[in-house]
């Protein structure tokens, strides 16, 4: 079976033209000042409208305490961890 009509690229590109990608919409943190989606809360702070939704310090804490025990049961020392963590942040 053959194709019947044909498309021209112009038509093609106008249907595609919604097709694209949008950027995301970013907001400044009116508390620290960083960059966050909009209707959500800041990772940095945690703060959303002005009012505390997560404790970001309790979360740290947790998960260096995650990251000690689990240290812990492999057999290897928290100091190379550590220093581990802050090359792959510095990179």
Known sequence: MTVR???TKGHSANRRSHHGLKSPRLSDCKNCGSAHLRHRMCD???KYKDKQVVDMMAKVEKKKERKKTKAKAMGKEMEKVEKTDKKKKEK
């Open 5 to 7: 009509m044909r498309h």
């Open 44 to 46: 940095t702070c945690g």
